[in-house]
């Protein structure tokens, strides 16, 4: 089973799952590694509390980290919320902790959340949607501050028509800006499992995305469930492979010590 590099425990503010029940169902799946990742999404407008306790946080999956050695090569990971003004934070938070991994990830658009309707009032969908894809842009460009960028097309799940309008050729000059200053920096992106789930019936992001990626060069990608539930890890693993497989990629990307290690598929 492919290890997941994109999952919440009772950490992230909108998750339950305790950590050993993620932790347990990564062992009953045959999984031999797996980078937990959870949410911080520091100076933000929400109702759900995105700050994570990063000191405990360490302290739990690193005694975790040696309980589960003989079952699981457990990797610690976290997901930054990326906002080009904590550019500084970011960099003094990372070099505190020894993280494996860092999705940065697009969340919050001028402090309001897209997961909510009311990020969408008073705009057309392809007006919000390009004003997410231009945030990204932003936040790739200027942050240096992670390892893959996360769900690049993540507002899709929360659009009022999701997927039914969206195509790639409408953003494409936007998505290249995108995967070139993703690529010119050394970071990857993801494919994130959770769009099957969402209603998109696709990969964040999507399909045509990354085979764009790979045409353009991009090397770094990594496999994610976004799982908030133990029944979610893993989940669609087996089509994550044929995508990436069909887009050019002969192997995936582990994280450890923030360097990227190629395994074939």
Excluded: W
């Excluded at 690049?152 to 494409?172: E, F, L, V």
């Amino acid at each position: 089973m492919l290890p997941d590099y994109h999952f919440h425990t009772i950490f992230s503010g909108d998750s339950n799952t305790p950590v050993r029940a993620q932790f347990d169902r990564a062992v009953a799946l045959g999984m031999k590694s797996l980078c937990v990742t959870d949410h911080h999404d520091y100076d933000v407008d929400s109702e759900i509390d995105f700050t994570l306790d990063i000191n405990r946080y360490f302290e739990t999956m690193t005694r975790l980290k040696e309980e589960y050695k003989n079952q699981l090569d457990l990797r610690i990971g976290i997901e930054l919320g990326l906002q080009t003004h904590l550019e500084e934070y970011f960099k003094a938070l990372l070099s505190d902790y020894p993280f494996d991994y860092v999705i940065g990830s697009t969340h919050f658009i001028g402090r309001k959340d897209p997961a909510y309707p009311e990020f969408f009032e008073g705009k057309k969908e392809e007006e919000a949607y390009l004003e997410y894809f231009q945030v990204t842009l932003d936040n790739v460009k200027h942050l240096n501050t992670y390892d893959t960028a996360g769900h690049m097309d993540y507002i899709i799940r929360y659009g009022p028509n999701k997927a039914d309008h969206y195509r790639y050729d409408t953003y494409r000059d936007i998505f290249d800006e995108i995967l070139k200053a993703i690529i010119e920096h050394g970071k990857g992106i993801e494919c994130n499992t959770a769009g099957f789930r969402k209603g998109i019936h696709q990969p964040n992001p999507g399909r045509e995305i990354i085979k764009r990626y790979r045409e353009l060069g991009g090397e770094i990608i990594t496999i994610g469930s976004d799982a908030h539930i133990p029944e979610d890890l893993g989940a669609d693993f087996h089509t994550a492979r044929e995508i990436l497989l069909s887009c050019g990629f002969s192997y995936y990307t582990e994280f450890k010590q923030r360097i990227p290690e190629f395994i074939p598929l």
